[in-house]
């Protein structure tokens, strides 16, 4: 089955470092790819998501995420970290189009430093 | 606001017993998505419905059940409940079909099993 690999279940960074949050997906072909944020007792809110269009998907809140086929990763990046950012990052794929299922990875908890 | 709107937002009920949880999805949109959110399972799809027919089934449990009514909102059915059923259940929508990925999260109902 399709999935995506969260590395890291916990990830700390400076305010104001480079935020690094990793995703490697399995799949023989091009998945559709996504990064979801989920803040304190809230839902879940789209950040980005890679349709092949581009390699390099810009979304919300400065964040952006590049696909690397060789590497059957993407990865999330933010150069600069705010304290609003921390929340739990999800990585989530959807192996074909037209397949239903939007399967979630297991959830980087991003934590701040003042 | 995602405009996906849940009731409960709490509910703490006994084991055996028998909640419903609702859903209204967003104006407009077709698709509507149960999952599931506990510490030890993450992020687990249930079901899919597209204007009132399932469309995608996930690791539902035989004990839960869903349906989507012809205005569109949405009950899952939890019986013969379980300790290990407690959870944060999450209600998405999204436009149609295929699924795109960009889902609208509600802010989900908590359900503590005691």
């Known amino acids: 089955a399709q999935s995506v690999t969260q590395l890291g279940s916990h990830v700390s960074v400076s305010e104001g470092a480079l935020v690094l949050l990793r995703c490697n997906y399995s799949s023989s072909v091009p998945p559709y790819l996504f990064w979801y944020v989920q803040y304190p007792n809230q839902g879940l809110q789209l950040l980005l998501k890679y349709t092949s269009a581009a390699t390099l998907v810009k979304g919300i809140n400065g964040f952006e995420a590049e696909f690397k086929k060789s590497e059957t990763s993407f990865h999330l990046t933010k150069p600069s970290a705010h304290m609003s950012d921390a929340a739990e990052y999800f990585c989530?794929?959807?192996?074909?189009?037209?397949?239903?299922?939007?399967?979630f990875g297991t959830g980087t908890r991003l934590t701040i430093i003042p | 606001d995602s405009g996906v709107t849940q009731t409960p937002k709490h509910l703490i009920t006994a084991t055996g017993q028998r909640v419903t949880l609702r859903c209204s999805p967003r104006?407009?949109?077709?698709?509507v998505y149960w999952y599931q959110q506990s510490l030890d399972q993450g992020l687990q799809f249930l079901i899919q419905y597209y204007n009132g027919e399932e469309r995608a089934k996930g690791n539902i449990l035989e004990r839960f059940s869903a349906q989507q009514f012809p205005d569109l909102h949405s009950e899952l059915n939890l019986s013969s409940l379980e300790l290990g059923d407690s959870a944060l259940y999450f209600c998405?929508?999204?436009?149609?079909?295929?699924?795109?990925?960009?889902?609208?999260f509600g802010e989900g109902s908590r359900l503590t099993v005691l």
């Open positions: 104006s407009g949109d077709l698709s």
């Open positions: 989530a794929v959807i192996p074909n189009f037209g397949n239903e299922k939007l399967t």
């Open positions: 998405a929508s999204s436009v149609g079909r295929p699924n795109t990925g960009e889902l609208f």
